[in-house]
């Protein structure tokens, strides 16, 4: 049974990339506003950047919003990746961005969800809820699971940000919480790239975990300050996913590809 | 434009009830494991309970899980409800019980999806991410949220219960934000009913919000207790769900009559 971690690292090798490519089919990037639209969009965009993609991150909500339609474009849109991995002969992991957090039945109906009904191989999930909020997605270490750790919008402020016990951010206890939650290697945490002092406090409080950072591209993270505080000793670490900087791109496969070059030199700054 | 809260206060007053009817078709209740089974099973319930019923709470997991024939099964379970609503002449308010929790352009696909793809009148957010990410579905007053706050899972203490800026529980903390970002009148907090400190603290706190409040019936919340600690001083602001107390009874209509008729009496002690 392979953990899911080894399954992204192997990605990472065979593709030499850290770029994931987030699948986010917005409204207003479509040419109608349909599910059949939205999984237009992201089967162009998977056969396109699948050659530099160490992961793809379907969000749930542009599906779901949808309805029943939406839901069956989610799910061809995860055959259809792993009909590229096939093709490609390397498998890519699929990160199904829907930030669930419920407990007990719940959230094992949710893990079935993504897991079984989907075929997504992990899933970012939200740890207010704490500890068996998170077991039900984590049984089987061959699925893994993003925490919500420190996220780069406004509003990370008003909760993530709160000093506890007298001693740190709220983020900085969460990343120390799913250090200590890992028991089957395959728990990893969100926290933005455009983030650089919360990088440094989570890389140290959770030395080997892998990361998801957002904020490449649109959002203007400085990518070598970013690689320089979240990499691992090993050079990988961390995974940088990009949505409209590719799809909306004249060409999504040269962005893409110039994407994984320039993260792939930044590493070696 | 009624805001949500006084469509709310409307219903209780017309059935006499805070009562709060769960629908959670989990696969061991239903006769067969489907959606169709899950639809039926919630029909039934809609059909039974209505009259006693202030609100109803289905809980998106259960649908989700059986993928696109599961969000349809949602969408009819929820137009029973307004069938119902129609038939009583009484609207009954329907809570989507989602616990979604995301920014920015996904937060509004999220709001989307559950009000206008669904027709829900209500939803449980996650509040980790701020105010940013609540905001989007605030926006109309006629929609409502309850966010998350203190929960009665043994997880609970990971994150609600730590100490923040040396003054509170992050729970409390978090009653403080929604009650400040409440600009409109259309946020609750969920808070367990088995939480009786909770209950007083956020209660302090948050005087006038409506607690959705689940722990009666299954874990097994002292009634009295909770009500003396929650109920605002107009005798209302404190919803009580309950699903399988009322499902798994032999006459599930007898049963939310009698716990309808318990609530009743225990908010007049």
């Avoid at 593709?15 to 999984?39: T, W």
């Avoid at 203007?220 to 961390?238: H, N, Q, T, V």
Wanted: hydrophobic residues 45%.
């Amino acid at each position: 049974m392979e953990n899911f971690f080894s399954l992204l690292e192997k990605r990472v090798e065979d593709c030499s990339s850290l770029l994931c490519v987030g699948l986010d089919p917005h409204g207003a990037d479509l040419n109608e506003n349909s599910a059949a639209a939205a999984q237009d969009f992201c089967l162009n965009l998977v056969r396109q950047t699948a050659p530099y993609a160490a992961a793809f991150k379907p969000n749930a909500a542009f599906f779901e919003v949808f309805g029943a339609e939406g839901w069956l474009a989610l799910r061809h849109v995860v055959e259809s990746i792993a009909a590229e991995s096939a093709r490609l002969g390397s498998k890519i992991p699929v990160i199904l961005d829907a930030k669930r957090g419920d407990i007990s039945s719940t959230a094992q109906a949710y893990a079935q969800s993504a897991f079984e009904s989907l075929g997504a191989d992990c899933v970012t999930l939200n740890p207010y809820l704490g500890k068996d909020s998170i077991e039900p997605f984590t049984q089987n270490a061959e699925k893994g699971v993003f925490l919500l750790c420190k996220t780069s919008n406004p509003g990370a402020a008003d909760l993530q940000d709160v000093t506890v016990n007298g001693a740190m951010p709220l983020y900085e206890h969460v990343a120390r919480l799913a250090q200590q939650w890992n028991a089957r290697g395959n728990i990893g945490l969100v926290v933005g790239a455009t983030q650089l002092d919360a990088l440094s406090r989570v890389r140290a409080a959770a030395p080997n975990l892998w990361f998801l950072s957002p904020g490449v591209g649109a959002q203007g993270a400085e990518l070598s300050a970013a690689l320089k505080r979240g990499l691992r000793k090993d050079g990988k670490g961390i995974l940088l996913p990009v949505s409209r900087g590719i799809s909306r791109a004249a060409d999504p496969a040269r962005a893409a590809a110039e994407l994984r070059d320039q993260i792939l030199n930044s590493t070696q700054n």
